[in-house]
């Protein structure tokens, strides 16, 4: 008797949000603003660029109640609060590092690829 087929979309529903988070492209930039120790909201803001403070703000409490990112408040005038890696956030960084490396390493043949399909779909 063969095994029931296995439902993919019900397989991958508990990694789905996961995936979601990590391979957000905020999530990512958050991920290499923080790889080398704690940092303040401007000083993100500051080195990502594109990105609002609103959208700064929604990933980094996302990634706060994930667990990838810890948030520090200190008593002073006015509060001082720093945003740094967990130990979950930083073992996020070496599998980004290795996919924007191959995504350099791969660029000229994806941009050939690129062109090569939209001349055929003009041509089409």
């Known amino acids: 008797m063969l095994p029931e087929p296995v439902n993919l979309l019900e397989t991958c529903r508990p990694v789905r949000?996961?995936?979601a988070r990590v391979g957000d492209k905020w999530s990512v930039l958050i991920v290499m603003a923080l790889r080398?120790?704690?940092r303040r909201f401007?000083?993100?803001?500051?080195d990502i660029g594109t990105i609002s403070q609103?959208?700064?703000t929604l990933?980094?409490?996302g990634m706060e109640r994930d667990g990838l990112v810890r948030r520090t408040v200190f008593p002073t005038k006015p509060p001082r609060v720093d945003y740094e890696l967990t130990t979950l956030g930083r073992s996020l960084y070496e599998p980004i590092e290795?996919?924007?490396r191959?995504?350099?390493d791969n660029e000229t043949e994806i941009?050939?690829?690129?062109?090569?399909?939209?001349?055929?779909e003009k041509d089409a």
């Open 98 to 100: 290795r996919l924007g």
């Open 36 to 38: 080398d120790g704690p």
């Open 59 to 61: 990933t980094l409490r």
């Open 42 to 46: 401007n000083e993100m803001k500051r």
């Open 54 to 56: 609103r959208m700064l």
């Open 102 to 104: 191959w995504a350099i």
């Open 111 to 120: 941009t050939r690829a690129q062109e090569t399909f939209d001349r055929l």
């Open 17 to 19: 949000q996961i995936l």
